[in-house]
């Protein structure tokens, strides 16, 4: 493990206040742990939501106590985010996943560098060392609408904001009832969207990006409840700052980006954390 990895070896919120499924709120920007993932980002604290994101990921894992030495990771629809090499720091054994490059390229998304071409992708930042990287990091091209088989008994996954980019909201419904196939009994998953905070009714369906509901995700909730699984309390909460009162109109300046108009959608991102169902004997 490097020096990265111990130098944040505590309990911080591990059994306390801990994550839920939640909106992107600008409070969370005055909270000790998001100070501590932001700095080992090695980037400063920003109004934006995929940094929301990004830090709601890790530490909605390291509560649950994912972020630890041996522990198996899945990431889907990596492109080139740093959370792969970070938890690398850990001792954490990283599958990074993403579209066929020949699929990504006809979507685009090479151009905005979303893309993942290989471990080479994967430590932009320079958050660890090569050979950390080489031990604990490998890649493989997946697609989320097709899930391979062999991918199984992960401890926890995650995704960014990618599952909105099935086709439809129904494709983004069932990656998240097929992604608990890779976990173990009893493993976590986070994984965030994007919400429609202004209809619960009008929103985007399918297409290359769609905006889940409210409606949406209670629905899977009840679902995965029903099945056994255990979904984290669902908090619909805007935040009362300044900050998110902003929404970031096109063309986006991205200054303050906790909410933005998406169409004629007002959006924000949205956390999910979802525990597999434990065997019982």
């Known amino acids: ?3 990265t990895g111990k130098k ?17 709120k600008a409070m969370d920007w005055q909270a000790e742990w998001f100070r501590r993932w932001v700095a080992e980002l090695r980037e400063p604290a ?3 939501r995929k940094q929301w994101e990004f830090v709601y990921i890790m530490q909605a894992l390291w509560e649950r106590g ?5 522990k198996k990771g ?29 699929e990504g390229e006809a979507k685009g998304w090479a151009n905005g560098d979303q893309l993942c071409r290989g471990l080479a992708s994967l430590n932009k930042r320079g958050l660890t060392d090569e050979a950390t990287l080489q031990k604990h990091v490998q890649y493989r091209a997946v697609d989320m609408n097709h899930i391979p088989a062999t991918l199984r008994n992960f401890d926890f996954n995650w995704s960014s904001c990618s599952f909105e980019h099935l086709g439809s909201i129904s ?31 009008h929103t985007l ?10 409606k949406d995700l209670e629905q899977l ?36 980006h906790l909410k933005l108009q998406l169409n004629e959608f007002v959006v924000t991102s949205i956390g999910l954390i979802i525990q597999k169902k434990k065997r019982f004997f």
């Open 221 to 256: 909730a009840a679902c995965l409840r029903k099945e056994g699984h255990f979904v984290e309390e669902l908090d619909y909460s805007l935040g009362g700052l300044p900050q998110d009162f902003d929404v970031d109109v096109f063309p986006h300046m991205e200054q303050v």
């Open 8 to 24: 944040w070896n505590t309990n911080l919120n591990r059994g306390g206040d801990r994550r839920r499924s939640e909106l992107c």
């Open 66 to 70: 994912c972020i630890a030495p041996g």
């Open 171 to 201: 494709r983004g419904i069932a990656f998240l009832k097929n992604q608990l196939r890779t976990l173990r009994p009893g493993g976590w998953a986070v994984h965030t969207t994007e919400f429609n905070i202004s209809s619960n009714d």
């Open 46 to 48: 920003r109004f934006h």
């Open 1 to 3: 493990m490097s020096d």
């Open 205 to 214: 369906e399918s297409g290359d990006t769609v905006i889940f509901r409210m």
């Open 74 to 102: 899945l990431v889907f629809a990596v492109g080139t985010e740093p959370l792969p090499s970070l938890f690398a720091n850990y001792g954490c054994d990283i599958l990074a996943t993403d579209i066929f490059t020949g």
